[in-house]
């Protein structure tokens, strides 16, 4: 005759635990790690900080990475924490495109072209740092701004494109060394896939605000 097992509710007192351990144990550790992962998710993406300033810095030509390092320092002293939580978070997100990566490292040059699209495409970034040949990329996928999206023109007509030489900007301009070539632009309002989204709408404003800032410090 084959052995009775017992219903949960039929296990002697004294053997409850070593039923658990034998038909219970696994599932439940199993249980238990897939809960802190659901809430670590959701701790990150619903209550995490959001950044104040978000750059999409996209270049075929090598740029030392210090000088990103220096810029962060810089934006950081700058009175960019928009969102009034008390400090500037910053989100830099540097692509190197080098087209000569094509030949010499296939693998990599994929990844950042890959990162560079699902960028794009997902509207992440408003403001935007590129070289000229990224500039025409963009340009020709309407994804390039003009003073008309900005509350005061500074002295541009409203049609004109927005394409600054970073040079001429907080806290670029501090940068010894700084590279030629790098522009600042932003991403047009109806390419930022705002729809009837609130918060894509107050963040596309501070994004714009942060640009406005960096002109005229």
């Given at each position: 005759m084959a052995d009775h097992i017992y219903k949960p509710h039929e296990v002697p007192k004294g053997e409850r635990w070593q039923y658990f351990k034998d038909y219970y144990l696994k599932t439940t550790i199993v249980i238990v790690l897939i809960l802190f992962a659901l809430i670590s998710i959701i701790k990150t993406t619903m209550f995490s900080p959001k950044p104040d300033v978000s750059l999409l810095v996209a270049y075929a030509t090598p740029v030392n990475t210090e000088v990103w390092e220096e810029a962060s320092a810089g934006l950081q002293a700058m009175p960019l924490d928009l969102n009034g939580d008390g400090s500037v978070l910053l989100d830099i997100n540097p692509l190197h495109l080098d087209p000569n990566m094509e030949k010499t490292n296939v693998e990599m040059y994929i990844a950042a072209q890959n990162?560079?699209?699902?960028?794009?495409?997902?509207?992440?970034?408003?403001?935007?740092?590129?070289?000229?040949?990224?500039?025409?990329?963009?340009?020709?996928?309407?994804?390039?701004?003009?003073?008309?999206?900005?509350?005061d023109a500074m002295g541009h007509k409203p049609e004109d494109i927005i394409k600054i030489p970073l040079k001429e900007l907080s806290p670029f301009n501090a940068i010894e060394d700084f590279p030629e070539g790098l522009y600042m632009t932003l991403r047009p309002k109806n390419a930022m896939q705002i729809g009837n989204s609130k918060k894509k709408l107050a963040n596309y404003e501070r994004q714009v605000q942060a640009l406005m800032i960096m002109m005229q410090q």
């Open positions: 990162k560079f699209m699902v960028s794009l495409s997902a509207a992440e970034y408003a403001l935007q740092i590129v070289d000229d040949n990224l500039f025409e990329t963009l340009s020709h996928e309407e994804l390039i701004g003009t003073y008309a999206e900005l509350p």
